[in-house]
């Protein structure tokens, strides 16, 4: 079945900076990779999403890239804000399979 | 998206008794999830809820400990049974939305259960 890591499992960075976080998944077949954040005390909220024909996915501050080859791929915020802390979860599924979620990734944002 | 209710949003509950928990959807929705979260912890698939049939269980989860409803396409029921400290997890209903290509989930507001 499919396997999806993340890395690192805690990041801090500077208000301003940017921030990334990787995800690698087992199953070639795999072909959706939704990003969730979740504040503390709240649900996993969708924050971005790609499917495996496109390579980048943009939304203002927040893009995913998918590198299909290498089975991975990553959230990039910029700009960071004090509001972006929180934990991340990347998942991947396959055509008719569950989600498979990544163990999370906790950002701290320092003023 | 689909706008997801749960009930109870938290809870403490003695050793031994049973919760169930509720999700209403404001939409027909064809496939409902059951997800458990403990604390610090990813998201763990619990079942699928299946209308008008028995729920599929994922490893390490079975029905007379997690018995599942789903009466008709906007409702079901967990029941958490004969609860132990370490059932003190968060509860998440979730929702597909199949009117979106990719059919992606979407999570109610979580039930916060506290076992002790």
């Known amino acids: 079945g499919e396997n999806v890591e993340q890395h690192p499992s805690t990041l801090s960075v500077q208000e301003g900076d940017s921030a990334v976080i990787k995800c690698t998944y087992s199953?070639?077949?795999?072909?959706?990779f939704p990003w969730y954040k979740q504040e503390l005390g709240k649900r996993p909220q969708l924050i971005i999403d790609?499917?495996?024909?496109?390579g980048e996915k943009k939304d203002q501050r927040i893009a995913v890239t998918l590198n299909k080859t290498a089975k991975h791929f990553s959230l990039h915020i910029t700009e960071t804000q004090p509001e972006d802390s929180a934990v991340y979860f990347c998942?991947?599924?396959?055509?008719?399979?569950?989600?498979?979620f990544g163990p999370g990734t906790r950002l701290s944002v320092l003023p | 998206s689909a706008v997801i209710s749960q009930k109870p949003s938290r809870d403490i509950c003695q050793r031994g008794t049973s919760l169930t928990i509720q999700c209403q959807v404001d939409?027909?929705?064809?496939?409902m999830f059951w997800y458990r979260q403990q604390p610090g912890q990813s998201l763990t698939l619990i079942a699928t809820?299946?209308?008008?049939?028995?729920?599929?269980?994922e490893s390490g989860f079975v029905i007379d400990k997690f018995p599942i409803s789903r009466p008709n396409l906007t409702f079901s029921t967990l029941t958490v049974s004969n609860m132990s400290p370490e059932d003190s997890s968060i509860y998440l209903c979730?929702?597909?939305?199949?009117?979106?290509?990719?059919?992606?989930?979407?999570f109610g507001e979580g039930s916060w259960l506290t076992v002790v």
């Open positions: 979730s929702v597909e939305d199949d009117k979106q290509i990719g059919n992606t989930i979407y």
């Open positions: 199953d070639s077949a795999s072909n959706y």
């Open positions: 790609i499917r495996s024909n496109v």
């Open positions: 998942a991947a599924r396959g055509y008719g399979q569950n989600f498979v």
């Open positions: 939409s027909q929705v064809t496939m």
């Open positions: 809820a299946n209308q008008g049939s028995e729920a599929t269980y």
